[in-house]
């Protein structure tokens, strides 16, 4: 078990050096820099001005040297400024990544919250209008991009309430209620969308054990049906759920980019958009890293997950 | 508390409504549109006594990339920063198109007979945040990081204080301009919104020192700047004007989404955005605030350029160009694209209805310019069929642009349709995301592309600058690339010309030359602000453009 870990720990690096690369290339192959961009609301300004500044940023630099320095960056894990405010990225993010995981987190509790329950029931309710209803809400929420819900949501709640979700982010800490009223919204839009796969699969674990011989010994000793329901279906069948639910909290945290832009959350996606608009490529890549270092890190845990739910997997 | 509980108890109301009947609620719009102009609401301020107090909350869309407007060229610095400074001269907020008034500078400057001298009495009672008083050190200083920017600092205003020859501190309340050459923009340059005064010794210690730090001496001082949310700023009780500001405090929310940006007005969580609204927004406000709203409009010193790439077959040929400008129904572009996006009047190369406009009746003589849209594509086509295009050999190119909806699409999606009615152009659309598409237009990597400008003044120097030779003084600026030594002569001189109405000659002359005799570069439709805002703000005219008047020293609330 240890070897493996320690193996799985190692694969890490080169997956996210692989990214930092592949990134680096992505960035500087579409045209158009910072600096062109930092002078593009006025059509006056000398390219003598837009030179000096490219040599200061060392923009002027080959792509082989950039890469060599950020590579060199990388591996003393320092990203360096941001190309467009000059601060260092790490400043940038800081402030970011907490409101941008409180989201996640928040968003993840509800798709949970609607993903088991409306599961189960479908399976229990399988073929009835119960059963319908949760599938086409479900499927629903495979339709409809999460940003197009939050637009709506946005525009009935301003419609109807004359509200909008405040746009100054107070801590949960500070003020629990100015907090939620921020973030529920968006939590709700997201959640919803990533609960759609959740519950289908709740659903069809749920109905797979349903049939199993042991519930159905269970019911013939006449263990009560909420019983049989709640210890001996859901329990057995919430493995291949949780891995569902734990691979989309990583994508769930990089689909939360468009989100915040339209909630105009300040988090990492909001920070992320930006900074690609801005060729930023600093922040770019830093933000990416991050991404990507919460989806390797979620697969990792939920490897490990896999034995301490179920005792018959053992990892050699 | 009923306030924090209502997201709450709109998540259960939104839950029921989802499932209730359709039907017209209490807070459904109901009032009609109404249609560009009509909805305009004049200002009353001057109707009315200020009142001090309140906050003022408005919307920036995007973030400032420096603090430094030395350094900037985007109202995104100018809107959230401005509050925090002065200006030698500034636009008179009543008027904040064409009238210049002093700011710290006591009564305008006094100019020698010459025309080379120019010297400015400052006001000694301004301060700074810190306290301590503003001097002519300190405009010597600000001018000289202009007009010389010391290394690690770069200046875009280094070409608007070109005609400057020295600055000097004669006392402590005077400076002193020395021109090497009469000139008839530097009222305006001396009142550029970039401009802000800076201190002396700060500069001094550290020129980029502004970059990241806010000390001025104007209305606001700094509070905080919370990347990604907001710029906070409160009331200078030291500002130098008497009475003023009115304002208690600032709070400036960065919303780049357009929708947010409509339903943050819409909720009067933020009270006004001082760039500009599509007509849509200001109908959707309209509709739902009905009173609640006030709206100015105002045409814009800002315009689209068509761009000929003349490094490259056809359209180095002088007929070509000439045919894609006259197939073009300016007149009737302009008004059915007001009804969509933020465009409208008809101009040359100066802002339409401003001081140096030419009157539509000698504009309409400039071939692309004509009442009778048939005349210019007959026109169009004879010159086209001159230059061995044919309805089975058409004008085929691509039309680069950027790909921003307002006013940006529309605009290139008319101009097309404009040249394709010709049956002799086969013109396609190609929208590129913003770096991409001005990385394009700088290295000639295009056919035909839609150039933009937007300046703080009516000012030919400003708005001729991008008409230079590409090699010359139009380099970086000049997406035409052309070379022409006869048309960078021309705008020299009027750059010289002192007299005004003899300088308005003589920028028709260069708009004929460019336009019709040469096409150049050619505009579409100059661009129009509309600005719907929350009735309570007072105190604000809108100008022809979104740079000046940002100190926010004239606006207060109303019904507080």
């Given at each position: 078990?240890?070897?493996?870990?320690?193996?799985?720990?190692?694969?890490?690096?080169?997956?996210?050096?692989?990214?930092?690369?592949?990134?680096?290339?992505?960035?500087?192959?579409?045209?158009?820099?910072?600096?062109?961009?930092r002078?593009?609301?006025s059509?006056?300004?000398?390219?003598?001005?837009?030179?000096?500044?490219?040599?200061?940023?060392?923009?002027?630099?080959?792509?082989?040297?950039?890469?060599?320095?950020?590579?060199?960056?990388?591996?003393?894990?320092?990203?360096?400024?941001?190309?467009?405010?000059?601060?260092?990225?790490?400043?940038?993010?800081?402030?970011?990544?907490?409101?941008?995981?409180?989201?996640?987190?928040?968003?993840?509790?509800?798709?949970?919250?609607?993903?088991?329950?409306?599961?189960v029931?479908?399976?229990?309710?399988?073929?009835?209008?119960?059963?319908?209803?949760?599938?086409?809400?479900?499927?629903?929420?495979l339709?409809?991009?999460?940003?197009?819900?939050?637009?709506?949501?946005?525009?009935?709640?301003?419609?109807?309430?004359?509200?909008?979700?405040?746009?100054?982010?107070?801590?949960?800490?500070?003020?629990?209620?100015?907090?939620?009223?921020?973030?529920?919204?968006?939590?709700?839009?997201?959640?919803?969308?990533?609960?759609?796969?959740?519950?289908?699969?709740?659903?069809?674990?749920?109905?797979?054990?349903?049939?199993?011989?042991?519930?159905?010994?269970?019911?013939?000793?006449?263990?009560?049906?909420?019983?049989?329901?709640?210890?001996?279906a859901?329990?057995?069948?919430?493995?291949?759920?949780?891995?569902?639910?734990?691979?989309?909290?990583?994508?769930?945290?990089?689909?939360?980019?468009?989100?915040?832009?339209?909630?105009?959350?300040?988090?990492?996606?909001?920070?992320?958009?930006?900074?690609?608009?801005?060729?930023?490529?600093?922040?770019?890549?830093a933000?990416?890293?991050?991404?990507?270092?919460v989806f390797?890190?979620?697969?990792?845990?939920?490897?490990?997950?896999?034995?301490?739910l179920?005792?018959?997997?053992?990892?050699? | 508390?009923?306030?924090?509980?209502?997201?709450?108890?709109?998540?259960a109301?939104?839950?029921?409504?989802?499932?209730?009947?359709?039907?017209?609620?209490?807070?459904?719009?109901?009032?009609?549109?109404?249609?560009?102009?009509?909805?305009?609401?004049?200002?009353?301020?001057?109707?009315?006594?200020?009142?001090?107090?309140?906050?003022?909350?408005?919307?920036v869309?995007?973030?400032?990339?420096?603090?430094?407007?030395?350094?900037?060229?985007?109202?995104?610095?100018?809107?959230?920063?401005?509050?925090?400074?002065?200006?030698?001269?500034?636009?008179?907020?009543?008027?904040?198109v064409?009238?210049?008034?002093?700011?710290?500078?006591?009564?305008?400057?006094?100019?020698?007979?010459?025309?080379?001298?120019?010297?400015?009495?400052?006001?000694?009672?301004?301060?700074?945040?810190?306290?301590?008083?503003l001097?002519?050190?300190?405009?010597?200083?600000?001018?000289?990081?202009?007009?010389?920017?010391?290394q690690?600092?770069?200046?875009?205003r280094?070409?608007?204080?070109?005609?400057?020859?020295?600055?000097?501190?004669?006392?402590?309340?005077?400076?002193?301009f020395?021109?090497?050459?009469?000139?008839g923009?530097?009222?305006?340059?001396?009142?550029?919104?970039?401009?802000?005064l800076?201190?002396?010794?700060?500069?001094?210690?550290?020129?980029?020192?502004?970059?990241?730090?806010?000390?001025?001496?104007?209305?606001?001082?700094?509070?905080?700047?919370?990347?990604?949310?907001?710029?906070?700023?409160?009331?200078?009780?030291?500002?130098?004007v008497?009475?003023?500001?009115?304002?208690?405090?600032?709070?400036?929310?960065?919303i780049?989404?357009?929708?947010?940006?409509?339903?943050?007005?819409?909720?009067?969580?933020?009270?006004?955005?001082?760039?500009?609204f599509?007509?849509?927004?200001?109908?959707?406000?309209v509709?739902?605030?009905?009173?609640?709203?006030?709206?100015?409009?105002?045409?814009?010193?800002?315009?689209?350029?068509?761009?000929?790439?003349?490094?490259?077959?056809?359209?180095?040929?002088?007929?070509v160009?000439?045919?894609?400008?006259?197939?073009?129904?300016?007149?009737?572009?302009?008004?059915?694209?007001?009804?969509?996006?933020?465009?409208?009047?008809?101009?040359?190369?100066?802002?339409?209805?401003?001081?140096?406009?030419?009157?539509?009746?000698?504009?309409?003589k400039?071939?692309?310019?004509?009442?009778?849209?048939?005349?210019?594509?007959?026109?169009?086509?004879?010159?086209?069929?001159?230059?061995?295009?044919?309805?089975?050999?058409?004008?085929?190119?691509?039309?680069?642009n950027r790909?921003?909806?307002?006013?940006?699409?529309?605009?290139?999606?008319?101009?097309?349709?404009?040249?394709?009615?010709?049956?002799?152009?086969?013109?396609?659309?190609?929208?590129?995301?913003?770096?991409?598409?001005?990385?394009?237009?700088?290295?000639?990597?295009?056919?035909?592309?839609?150039?933009?400008?937007?300046?703080?003044?009516?000012?030919?120097?400003?708005?001729?600058?991008?008409?230079?030779?590409?090699?010359?003084?139009?380099?970086?600026l000049?997406?035409?690339?052309?070379?022409?030594?006869?048309?960078?002569?021309?705008i020299?001189?009027?750059?010289?010309?002192?007299?005004?109405?003899?300088?308005k000659?003589?920028?028709?002359?260069?708009?004929?030359?460019?336009?019709?005799?040469?096409?150049?570069?050619?505009?579409?439709?100059?661009?129009y602000?509309?600005?719907?805002?929350?009735?309570?703000?007072?105190?604000?005219?809108?100008?022809?453009?979104?740079?000046?008047?940002?100190?926010?020293?004239?606006?207060?609330?109303?019904?507080?």
């Amino acid at each position: 078990m240890g070897r493996y870990l320690i193996g799985r720990l190692l694969l890490m690096i080169p997956t996210l050096l692989g990214v930092a690369i592949l990134t680096f290339i992505l960035m500087r192959v579409v045209p158009g820099d910072v600096v062109t961009l930092r002078y593009s609301q006025s059509g006056s300004v000398p390219q003598e001005v837009i030179d000096r500044e490219r040599k200061q940023l060392g923009l002027d630099k080959p792509l082989q040297d950039q890469f060599v320095d950020f590579m060199g960056q990388v591996v003393r894990l320092d990203f360096g400024k941001s190309l467009w405010t000059d601060r260092p990225v790490t400043e940038e993010i800081g402030s970011r990544l907490g409101i941008t995981l409180e989201l996640a987190i928040l968003a993840a509790i509800i798709s949970t919250a609607l993903a088991i329950p409306l599961g189960v029931i479908a399976a229990v309710k399988q073929d009835t209008w119960v059963d319908y209803a949760v599938r086409v809400f479900s499927i629903g929420g495979l339709a409809f991009p999460s940003f197009w819900l939050g637009i709506l949501m946005i525009l009935a709640l301003v419609v109807w309430f004359r509200w909008a979700p405040p746009l100054q982010f107070v801590p949960l800490w500070e003020d629990p209620v100015a907090n939620l009223a921020q973030l529920i919204w968006p939590a709700l839009a997201v959640g919803y969308r990533y609960s759609a796969v959740a519950t289908r699969m709740t659903r069809s674990s749920v109905l797979e054990v349903l049939r199993e011989d042991y519930v159905r010994t269970a019911r013939a000793k006449g263990v009560g049906e909420t019983l049989v329901v709640v210890r001996h279906a859901l329990r057995n069948s919430l493995l291949p759920v949780i891995t569902v639910i734990s691979l989309e909290f990583a994508f769930l945290f990089g689909g939360l980019v468009v989100t915040e832009q339209v909630f105009n959350v300040n988090g990492l996606g909001k920070l992320l958009v930006d900074a690609v608009a801005h060729r930023d490529y600093p922040l770019v890549q830093a933000i990416v890293l991050i991404f990507s270092s919460v989806f390797v890190l979620v697969n990792f845990v939920v490897d490990i997950f896999y034995g301490v739910l179920d005792p018959r997997i053992r990892y050699s | 508390m009923i306030r924090r509980v209502i997201p709450f108890v709109a998540i259960a109301a939104l839950l029921l409504a989802a499932c209730a009947p359709a039907g017209p609620s209490a807070a459904s719009p109901t009032a009609a549109p109404t249609g560009a102009g009509t909805a305009t609401t004049a200002p009353t301020a001057a109707a009315e006594q200020p009142k001090p107090g309140g906050e003022l909350t408005y919307i920036v869309t995007a973030e400032p990339p420096t603090f430094d407007a030395h350094q900037s060229t985007t109202f995104a610095t100018l809107m959230p920063v401005s509050p925090q400074y002065s200006l030698l001269y500034k636009l008179d907020p009543a008027d904040n198109v064409s009238k210049i008034v002093p700011d710290v500078a006591d009564g305008m400057p006094t100019i020698s007979a010459d025309k080379l001298t120019w010297t400015v009495k400052l006001k000694s009672n301004v301060k700074f945040h810190d306290g301590a008083t503003l001097t002519a050190d300190d405009v010597v200083a600000t001018y000289e990081k202009l007009r010389n920017p010391p290394q690690g600092v770069t200046s875009p205003r280094k070409a608007t204080l070109a005609a400057v020859e020295s600055i000097t501190a004669k006392d402590a309340t005077t400076v002193e301009f020395k021109l090497k050459f009469p000139s008839g923009s530097f009222q305006a340059a001396i009142a550029s919104p970039w401009n802000y005064l800076y201190k002396a010794s700060r500069l001094k210690e550290d020129p980029t020192w502004y970059a990241k730090n806010v000390e001025g001496t104007g209305p606001f001082v700094f509070v905080e700047y919370v990347k990604g949310s907001h710029w906070a700023a409160k009331k200078n009780p030291n500002y130098f004007v008497p009475g003023k500001p009115y304002l208690d405090s600032l709070k400036a929310f960065f919303i780049s989404d357009v929708n947010r940006q409509t339903t943050a007005i819409q909720s009067k969580q933020a009270l006004i955005e001082f760039r500009g609204f599509t007509p849509q927004q200001r109908d959707q406000l309209v509709r739902a605030l009905g009173n609640e709203i006030t709206v100015q409009e105002s045409p814009w010193v800002c315009t689209n350029y068509i761009a000929f790439n003349t490094k490259k077959a056809p359209f180095d040929n002088v007929k070509v160009r000439q045919a894609l400008n006259l197939a073009i129904d300016r007149w009737g572009g302009g008004e059915a694209l007001s009804k969509q996006t933020i465009v409208k009047d008809v101009g040359g190369l100066m802002r339409p209805k401003g001081p140096f406009a030419m009157p539509d009746a000698d504009l309409e003589k400039i071939p692309g310019y004509y009442r009778d849209a048939a005349k210019g594509q007959d026109e169009a086509k004879k010159l086209l069929t001159e230059a061995g295009f044919s309805a089975s050999n058409p004008l085929t190119f691509t039309f680069l642009n950027r790909n921003v909806t307002t006013p940006y699409e529309p605009l290139a999606l008319f101009t097309i349709d404009q040249w394709n009615k010709t049956g002799l152009i086969k013109a396609t659309h190609l929208a590129k995301e913003t770096a991409a598409y001005l990385a394009d237009l700088r290295n000639a990597n295009f056919d035909v592309g839609l150039d933009f400008n937007c300046d703080y003044f009516d000012e030919p120097d400003l708005q001729l600058a991008k008409m230079y030779s590409a090699s010359g003084l139009g380099k970086g600026l000049n997406f035409s690339h052309y070379d022409d030594p006869d048309l960078d002569k021309m705008i020299e001189a009027q750059g010289h010309e002192t007299d005004a109405a003899k300088r308005k000659q003589l920028v028709n002359d260069i708009e004929r030359y460019v336009i019709g005799e040469k096409a150049w570069m050619v505009p579409v439709v100059w661009w129009y602000r509309v600005i719907p805002y929350n009735t309570r703000v007072k105190g604000y005219v809108i100008g022809s453009n979104h740079y000046t008047s940002m100190d926010m020293s004239s606006i207060w609330l109303a019904g507080q």
